[in-house]
């Protein structure tokens, strides 16, 4: 109470201070104005509701069922004093006081309940209903003897904060206005161009051409995705243990061309949810389903497809119903819902409206190891990629139409060739003078030159196998890697090896290769990068990992001495896979590689009758086993490449289509929830408590996303406003913008939210209409530094008395260094790109992917493009609150922690965007030119005099100590001063204001 | 000037004093503290001052006896019947087909219809100490501290595939996107050494866990409750080390440059948030100190290297348990130590449970010990617990994956082995039984979440009471499930 009374003098002082108009205080209501919903529902959720609600309600009393209530006899209207309900929260009777085991009732709290009761017991128009499942309102325009503010949200707003105490901050400046609009719209703050433009445009509608031309901007649409892409669990990976690449970037590319067509809501979401099923649906409307194709998917051997199928279901369902509802439906998967009117059935009723999606199987689950169902692919053409295609393929005609004459034309190798085909390569083993590794393996040579690796298996090795040539011009080396029941030919536990490199010198003098050709090869490696050098990639064999195979190699010319040095490493990225039992040998051959290809050349060889089938695959032969036949090859193989890259290269989408029905979809409801557990059947359909689906047509994907968007549903405007308002604000105007249910928060101003909500629908569910209306309004252009008063009384702005402050996300961070250090590469969609990140982030067990980071200007591409994969997501975004797309995600957290500051500070990304805002710094001629330009190409604002000190004193400190240690200062810069200048800019992007949007 | 205007001037400072002149000091000193402004006042200084900050150490439910956790967790899944369980029945009936009446209608991960056949163990028992525990000889160091560990015979999971089920031991649930085990604690105590992260993970074996990192990820929880991975290679903890050619001079200039502008907006615009940045700004100048130090080994002895076993510079477990000493030596709430290559399908024969098996065991099995023994020494082991176990056991049947004649086992969800020692919990306890073959529990089953809830209990946290709202729910670590298993706790 002490305390109570205190607030109360300070806010009187505060309003004597400010606003003397405002200090008349709300009259208190008169008694028999308890309203049912609004006094007595909260305190039956604060203090009742975690025993008694629900179907499993202590004593049987569900106070959610308001009906049951009235029913139970607890109540005498009009009569508290008889009243069991009362008397039991008074504790009389000799029975225990409710609410049991916790704190007596408040007394205004009794108070408010018994005069509810005195007054009849009555329920409000809606029934008790939750407001969440009312249909929305247009309330009417608060009228207020305050004049401020420019459109109907400052009305609702004004409301509010004129009934706390609080009054509206004055407008922001220009250039704070510029900024906050251009992260809001773009995600992007102003270049300091674009800044003066804007600042200089001395139009009375400067303010409104801006939001038109940010509205329109390319970048707005990408500012809209990296929200979107949260709900819809967009990722280029499967997830779970294998964490496979895949291919959905056009989805994602939809989604920012859709927003930047201004596509209206209802269409946006109906072409998500099941696009493949409107009539004729073009590609777009295909790629649009990519939405509930981005649920995970679990490869890993042994695991029942079925039960992951049930899954990506349920996955689809809790999605559909967080990001269109609001709403937590998840819960009622295992038992009715304990809190909001949802029931078990109502989750399978939606269940089977996803339930009927197609799929092809590959593998069989009861015979082998992995069964994965496999939903539609598709092959994205647009008009150009075919025309490459057709360009290439003709390129490849006329060559096979050469191949035959270039035969002709080297009539005499080739005749020479196809006797040697006929034979089989003779190949000896020259004897073994010595074998070494460098990473301390031992080896033994067996009486057939066999040799045996044994101890240490290091995590990379290089071999060194000495050996006495024979006599002749050796054309080529083999390799053999032979394999007896339990001794592998490779060392790694799964018997795989990756060869990396092979080099031989003779007589000490290095002799290059110019092809190389493997029985078999692993998918994915390329054997060729041992004729090239290129450590990159070479030789594995997984899945034949317990087979015997052969790698032959032949040199560039031929080549004669005493001594050869044969050199085998092993440095993938994969340890210990070292090659445990191979055999060298060296062949005089003309066609070493023909050893490769032995059974089949010989046969076709000796053919007597060449008809054209065998005449062509000879002919292939030849080019693929002979130094005229490779060079000739050579561009063969570009060509044959070319068209593959190019038909391969056809972008896929991920799409979804339902197998064809007549009759109706059901599901079982599942016994809590658990796949083995299906119980009875229900029929599709949506939850009971919400309206139903007008058109009588038999539900589905398409009718449940039609139902969605009709306009009936109370939740779905709300839904999206609510999202919207929370980019501006920072805070919905529901906070729980992922519950829209009793145990969400309610809304801080629900006249407003519904306001929102009705006349979003009533324009035809116009996105940039409803993001215009906010940013024109005068709440949104409240300046946000606090008064002292309005911090006291609103601590976390809730009642918008102050424009918004809050740390931008991830992307945004990255985005904005990117901008501030003219780094950004402004290309809009593609495949996802790979910048800088630490080595050793992507590790993930059975699957050789590696983080290939880019190199050129790919590097610098907006947050929403860096590759997403599940399992090791962008470290740098994790720091700040990034999601790890598994599932829906409606809401981030905002942390602020130690690890931000580390990756600010030293996250390669932004060391590389430091040094380049430092290079423009320095280009300024003067230092306080550069510091000027620097701090507003950050913040967007000019530094004052005090600032423009700290700034020049840290550059001096910088300045001197590399100065002193101009080694240091090489390791960071070019010289002394661009390494201070990159300090510089390292500051000035660790701001706390140039990571926020204030 | 307008009132307007004077609104806008108003500073902090004058409210203050202001308000001060009117209600008198004590009455002002209380208003300032309150912690529901979201923030405290200093009246010195008169500016905000950061909040607690979300890894501030809090106070458990009641008195627990652990302070910290060393979860060492073998994933992969140890085969509990070559290590923890003899069975003198299934080495009888070693070749013969098992008994259709434990496997119909059982779903395996790879072993598929036909008979499959009942497989013994190639490995010796031996029995250790006052407890009586049987371990396998392939484990000797562990025989030396039988007395010092208890043994749960008897868990089940419900899960058979890697990731799901690493899943499941981690956070309560198969699918990724809950908090992890280490998340729930610095979520529910916080740490006690600020300068460092209060839950941390390290990694040896033939690759990452399986389920990723979501294993030790926060889920919904705030991100700061993630597990932090301290790497072997590289920089120990991402972006620790200052970028080359910024020395740690440079680096105390540019911090303190941005402490000072910091200062300035916060002056401005008066957002608790700033400080709480600046705050963080030094805390991680600090962690570049005292992470080094941590990962700075010279200073320990060569007896206690030998003991451990260390390979210096390597990613082994053995530098990891000297280092999960070393962490909760510093007040680290969590460290969580992932050791992958344990899953002995026998599909070939480096992956049997003859050859791998005993490999496996040979990397882990000195320096488990000698980080109980360590931790004993220096009197932490009483408020730390140890826990060994993978995310499930291994079947008793003979796996024969394509016909090959490798003794190995297939995944099994509904009988297998964990130990746990320290924290309170205890010692020299044999918990829970499995039939004479080890194919089912028999006795005292004891689940993921009961295994939680245990840990939790030790660390003074009631398991149901840790909660966290979210999609319209209080979720917790132990799901809807979980009890304390009363017999381990002392």
């Known amino acids: ?998 | 000037m307008t009132e307007q205007e004077l609104l806008q001037h108003i500073t902090r400072r004058t409210l203050f004093k202001k308000v001060g002149y009117g209600l008198g000091n004590v009455a002002l000193a209380s208003l300032m503290a309150d912690p529901a402004l979201g923030f405290f006042v200093d009246q010195q200084k008169k500016k905000p001052t950061p909040k607690p900050g979300p890894l501030s150490p809090k106070a458990p439910h009641f008195k627990g006896k652990a302070k910290s956790v060393i979860y060492l967790f073998m994933a992969g899944a140890p085969s509990q019947l070559d290590l923890f369980e003899p069975k003198p029945i299934l080495n009888k009936f070693d070749g013969d087909v098992c008994p259709e009446e434990y496997i119909k209608g059982e779903r395996f991960a790879f072993i598929r219809g036909g008979k499959p056949k009942l497989l013994g163990s190639p490995h010796a028992y031996k029995q250790y100490g006052q407890s009586g525990h049987q371990i396998s000889a392939l484990l000797p160091h562990l025989g030396t501290i039988a007395d010092d560990i208890s043994i749960i015979h008897s868990m089940k999971t419900e899960q058979f595939n890697h990731a799901p089920a690493q899943l499941f031991m981690n956070t309560g649930f198969q699918i990724p996107g809950r908090p992890s085990f280490g998340s729930w604690l610095t979520y529910g105590l916080g740490t006690e050494n600020t300068d460092l992260p209060g839950f941390v993970v390290l990694l040896s074996g033939i690759s990452n866990p399986d389920g990723g990192k979501s294993c030790y990820g926060s889920g919904f929880l705030p991100s700061v409750y993630q597990g932090v991975e301290f790497r072997s290679q590289g920089e120990p903890v991402l972006f620790v080390d200052n970028p080359d050619g910024v020395s740690s001079e440079v680096r105390r200039d540019s911090l303190d440059a941005i402490r000072d502008l910091n200062t300035m907006r916060s002056k401005e615009v008066l957002d608790p948030e700033i400080e709480t940045r600046i705050a963080q700004y030094e805390l991680a100048y600090r962690m570049q100190t005292s992470v080094p130090d941590l990962m700075d080994i010279s200073k320990e002895s060569e007896a206690t290297k030998e003991m451990y076993g260390i390979e210096p510079g390597k990613k082994s477990f053995a530098n990891n348990c000297l280092l999960a000493r070393r962490l909760v030596e510093r007040g680290v709430r969590c460290v969580q130590l992932y050791h992958r290559g344990w899953d002995h399908h026998g599909d070939s024969e480096a992956n049997d449970i003859k050859h791998g098996l005993p490999e496996m065991c040979r990397q882990i099995d000195k320096a488990a010990v000698a980080l109980i023994t360590d931790l004993k020494q220096r009197g932490l082991l009483d408020e730390t617990i140890v826990v060994w176990g993978g995310e499930f056991g291994r079947t008793p049947i003979n796996e024969q994956r394509n016909g090959v004649n490798f003794p190995g086992r297939d995944h099994h969800p509904k009988a297998y082995t964990m130990w746990v020692a320290g924290g309170g919990i205890k010692p020299g306890v044999s918990y829970g039984k499995t039939d004479d073959i080890g194919y089912n529990v028999v006795e005292n089953p004891v689940t993921v979440h009961d295994l939680n809830a245990t840990l939790l209990h030790q660390l003074g946290i009631e398991h149901t009471k840790l909660t966290y709202h979210y999609q319209g729910r209080d979720f917790r670590l132990t799901d809807v499930f979980g009890e304390p298993i009363k017999d381990l706790i002392s």
Not at chain 1, 246 to 273: C, G, H
Not at chain 1, 562 to 576: C, D, I, R, Y
Not at chain 1, 594 to 612: G, H, S
């Open chain 1, 1 to 998: 109470m002490r305390f109570s009374s205190l607030w109360f003098g300070v806010g009187l002082l505060g309003l004597g201070l400010a606003v003397p108009a405002y200090q008349q205080t709300k009259p208190a209501p008169p008694l028999n104005w308890v309203s049912y919903s609004k006094d007595v529902v909260p305190i039956f959720k604060a203090a009742c509701n975690s025993c008694h609600a629900g179907k499993n309600a202590a004593a049987g009393l569900d106070l959610t069922d308001v009906a049951a209530l009235m029913k139970s006899g607890l109540i005498k209207a009009g009569d508290p004093e008889k009243s069991v309900f009362v008397r039991r929260i008074k504790g009389l009777d000799g029975l225990p006081q409710m609410p049991k085991g916790f704190k007596p009732l408040e007394p205004e709290k009794l108070a408010l309940i018994e005069n509810w009761i005195k007054y009849g017991a009555k329920i409000d128009q809606n029934g008790g209903k939750h407001w969440a499942y009312i249909a929305p309102v247009k309330a009417a325009i608060p009228k207020s003897p305050v004049v401020w503010g420019r459109n109907e949200i400052d009305a609702f707003v004004l409301e509010k904060m004129l009934g706390h105490k609080l009054k509206p901050s004055p407008e922001a400046s220009k250039e704070v206005l510029a900024r906050r609009l251009y992260l809001d719209l773009t995600g992007l703050p102003p270049t300091v161009a674009e800044l003066d433009a804007y600042l200089n445009d001395p139009a009375p509608n400067a303010y409104e051409k801006l939001v038109d031309q940010l509205l329109a901007s390319p970048h707005y649409g990408e500012r809209q995705t990296r929200m979107w892409l949260d709900l819809a669990r967009y990722a280029d990976t499967n997830g779970y243990e294998a964490d496979i690449t895949r291919t959905a970037y056009l989805y994602r590319d939809w989604v920012i061309n859709a927003f930047n067509k201004n596509m209206p809501y209802d269409q946006f979401s109906i072409e998500q949810m099941a696009g493949d099923m409107l009539p004729n649906p073009t590609p777009d409307q295909l790629v649009a389903t990519g939405f509930h194709r981005n649920s995970m998917f679990n490869q890993e051997g042994g695991v029942d497809p079925a039960e992951s199928f049930y899954n990506t279901v349920i996955d689809r369902v809790t999605t559909t119903s967080s990001t269109w509802l609001g709403s937590t439906l998840q819960c009622a998967r295992c038992h009715d819902h304990k809190f909001d009117p949802f029931s078990q059935k109502d989750f399978f009723k939606l269940f089977a409206v996803f339930s009927n999606v197609s799929y092809r199987k590959e593998g069989d689950y009861k015979t082998t190891f992995s069964e994965h169902w496999i939903e539609p692919v598709l092959k994205v053409s647009t008009p150009d990629a075919m025309n490459a295609i057709a360009e290439a393929k003709a390129k490849l005609a006329s060559m096979e139409e050469r191949k035959k004459a270039f035969a002709a034309e080297n009539a005499r190798d080739f005749a020479k060739w196809k006797i040697e085909a006929g034979l089989t390569v003779q190949f000896v083993e020259p004897k073994v003078e010595s074998v070494k590794s460098a990473g301390g393996a031992t080896f033994t040579v067996g009486t057939t030159n066999l040799i045996e690796a044994s101890g240490t298996n290091p995590d990379t090795d290089e071999y060194q196998v000495a050996l006495d040539l024979p006599e002749g011009d050796i054309n080529g080396i083999r390799i053999e890697v032979p394999t007896d029941p339990g001794k592998p030919g490779g060392r790694s536990s799964s018997q795989n090896f990756v060869l990396t490199n092979v080099g031989l010198t003779v007589d000490g003098v290095k002799v290059a290769f110019n092809a190389a050709q493997a029985d078999f090869v692993q998918d994915g490696y390329d054997i060729k990068k041992l004729v090239s050098g290129d450590r990159s990639s070479g030789w594995a064999i997984y899945p034949q990992n317990t087979m015997n195979h052969r790698l032959v190699l032949q040199t560039a010319k031929p080549v004669s001495g005493k001594k050869a040095m044969v050199t085998l490493g092993f440095h993938s990225v994969w340890a210990g896979h070292n090659i445990g039992r191979f055999r060298v040998s060296v062949t005089t051959s003309d066609y070493p590689l023909l050893d490769i290809v032995r059974d089949n050349a010989q046969k076709l060889a000796t053919q007597p009758v060449f008809n054209e089938d065998f005449d062509n695959q000879l002919h292939n032969l030849y080019l693929s086993t002979s130094v005229k036949g490779l060079e000739f090859g050579v561009d063969l193989e570009a060509a044959k490449r070319e068209v593959a890259m190019r038909e391969t290269g056809l972008p896929t989408a991920l799409v979804m289509a339902d197998k064809p029905t007549t009759g109706k979809l059901t599901a079982p409801v599942h016994h809590r929830g658990e796949f083995l557990s299906p119980g009875e059947l229900v029929d599709a359909g949506t939850p009971d408590v919400l309206p139903k689906s007008e058109t009588g047509n038999n539900m589905n994907r398409l009718e449940l996303a039609k139902w969605l968007v009709n306009g009936k549903n109370p939740l779905t405007a709300r839904v999206e406003v609510n999202r919207i308002w929370e980019q501006y604000f920072g805070r919905g105007i529901v906070e729980t913008m992922d519950d829209f249910g009793t145990q969400g928060s309610a809304p801080v101003n629900q006249k407003l939210l519904d306001y929102l909500a009705v006349r979003f629908v009533e324009k035809k569910w116009d996105i940039k209409a409803i993001h215009r209306m906010i940013v024109t309004s005068a709440t949104y252009r409240q300046s946000s530094n606090a008064s002292a008063t309005a911090l006291n009384i609103d601590p976390t702005n809730l009642y918008l008395a102050r424009g918004p402050r809050f740390r931008m996300e991830a992307e945004m961070i990255r985005d904005t260094a990117l901008q501030a250090s003219s780094l950004l590469n402004p290309e809009i969609g593609g495949p996802s790109v790979m910048p800088f990140q630490p080595k050793g982030i992507w590790d993930s067990p059975y699957s050789g992917e590696q983080w290939m980071e880019a190199k050129d200007k790919g590097r610098y591409r907006r947050g929403i493009y860096v590759f997403a994969k599940r399992t090791a997501m962008y470290p740098s975004f994790m720091s700040f609150d990034g999601t790890t797309r598994e599932t829906c995600t409606v809401r981030r957290i905002r942390t602020n922690s130690p690890l931000q500051a580390l990756a600010l500070l030293n996250d390669n990304a932004y060391l590389e965007a430091a040094k380049a805002l430092g290079a423009k710094m320095m280009q300024r001629g003067s230092l306080e030119q550069g510091l000027v330009y620097g701090f507003r190409a950050t913040t967007s604002r000019k530094p004052s005099h005090d600032e423009l000190a700290v700034l020049a004193k840290a550059y001096a400190q910088f300045r001197q100590k590399y100065f002193a240690h101009p080694d240091e200062a090489k390791k960071l810069g070019k010289d002394e001063r661009d390494a201070a200048w990159t300090m510089v800019g390292n500051v000035l992007l660790n701001l706390d204001e140039t990571i926020t949007k204030g």
